[in-house]
């Protein structure tokens, strides 16, 4: 074999070897690369955006949320029977002070009775008015394990009918996955808080509200927070308040 195939020999195999280098390289970054937790949903259909917060995004300053075009605020209130957030009573009142339109959210335990999920919820707001239909969160994360989806759905209808027995609207926040094991097929008549971030946000089905986004900005809270938008204008989410006022956020 002459010098020059010898040389062209090699010259080719490590061109192979770069090209296998360069394809496997990609797809370790495409695997390692975090999942995209954001989505950007069309501003002139709906224009009425909106937060969530609990004690985990530290001291807010609603009136900068404010005036950054957010028109509403979810606030955590409880979880399972008998935690309530640190920071929800604070944060009720200032959101209040700063005008925006205010909601309550539970975190929902798998392992706890449904009725008094409820009545944990109702004692953490103590006769607060809110402006929009109560929130439960539904998720698998964070929550206990092996817990069957029958008993979970039995817990959930008995926190809804214990909140609707006082005269409150009820939404129910989960992501696809919580969608797909808790809500389809269950709770479908209920109104639906959806995580997604994809765009549409859930086929479907239809939802109230949209979080999609876990790493959001807004002026007046520190590091990322939860972006939510509700499906409909202004005019649709002063009805909403006002019916939510009305069944049972002014008693």
Same mark, same amino acid.
């Given at each position: 074999?002459?010098d020059?195939d010898?040389?062209a020999?090699?010259l080719a @195999? =490590?061109?192979v070897? !770069?090209?296998?280098?360069a394809v496997?390289s990609l #797809?370790? +970054?495409r695997?390692?690369?975090?999942r995209?937790d954001?989505?950007d949903p069309?501003r002139?259909?709906?224009?009425?955006?909106g937060?969530?917060?609990?004690?985990?995004?530290g001291?807010?300053?609603?009136?900068?949320? @404010? =005036?950054d075009?957010v !028109?509403?605020v979810?606030?955590k209130?409880s979880? #399972?029977? +008998?935690?309530?957030?640190?920071?929800f009573?604070?944060?009720?009142?200032?959101a209040?002070?700063?005008g925006?339109?205010?909601?309550?959210?539970?975190?929902f335990r798998?392992?706890?009775e449904?009725?008094?999920?409820g009545?944990n919820?109702?004692? !953490?707001l103590?006769?607060?008015?809110?402006?929009?239909?109560l929130?439960?969160?539904?998720?698998e994360a964070?929550?206990a394990?092996?817990?069957p989806?029958?008993?979970?759905?039995?817990?959930?209808?008995?926190?809804?009918?214990?909140l609707?027995g006082?005269?409150?609207?009820v939404v129910?926040?989960?992501?696809k996955?919580?969608h797909?094991?808790f809500v389809?097929?269950?709770?479908s008549?209920?109104p639906?808080?959806?995580?997604?971030?994809?765009n549409?946000?859930?086929?479907?089905a239809d939802?109230?509200f949209?979080?999609?986004?876990?790493s959001g900005?807004?002026?007046?809270?520190?590091g990322?927070?939860?972006?939510n938008?509700?499906?409909?204008?202004?005019?649709?989410?002063?009805?909403l308040v006002?019916?939510s006022?009305?069944?049972g956020?002014?008693?």
């Amino acid at each position: 074999m002459h010098d020059s195939d010898r040389l062209a020999r090699l010259l080719a @195999a =490590a061109f192979v070897a !770069a090209v296998g280098l360069a394809v496997l390289s990609l #797809g370790v +970054s495409r695997m390692m690369r975090p999942r995209a937790d954001h989505a950007d949903p069309d501003r002139a259909r709906y224009p009425m955006r909106g937060i969530d917060i609990s004690a985990h995004n530290g001291l807010v300053d609603f009136r900068r949320v @404010a =005036a950054d075009s957010v !028109a509403f605020v979810f606030l955590k209130a409880s979880e #399972g029977d +008998s935690f309530r957030d640190a920071t929800f009573d604070d944060n009720y009142f200032r959101a209040r002070q700063a005008g925006l339109a205010v909601g309550a959210y539970h975190f929902f335990r798998f392992d706890c009775e449904g009725w008094r999920q409820g009545d944990n919820m109702l004692r !953490a707001l103590a006769g607060k008015p809110v402006d929009l239909p109560l929130a439960i969160d539904i998720e698998e994360a964070h929550n206990a394990a092996a817990v069957p989806t029958g008993e979970i759905v039995v817990q959930l209808h008995g926190m809804i009918d214990y909140l609707r027995g006082q005269g409150y609207d009820v939404v129910l926040y989960t992501n696809k996955s919580g969608h797909h094991r808790f809500v389809r097929g269950r709770f479908s008549d209920m109104p639906l808080w959806i995580s997604s971030f994809t765009n549409p946000p859930i086929s479907r089905a239809d939802w109230l509200f949209w979080q999609h986004s876990h790493s959001g900005r807004v002026r007046g809270v520190a590091g990322h927070v939860d972006l939510n938008t509700f499906c409909g204008d202004s005019a649709a989410f002063r009805e909403l308040v006002a019916r939510s006022q009305a069944t049972g956020g002014e008693r």
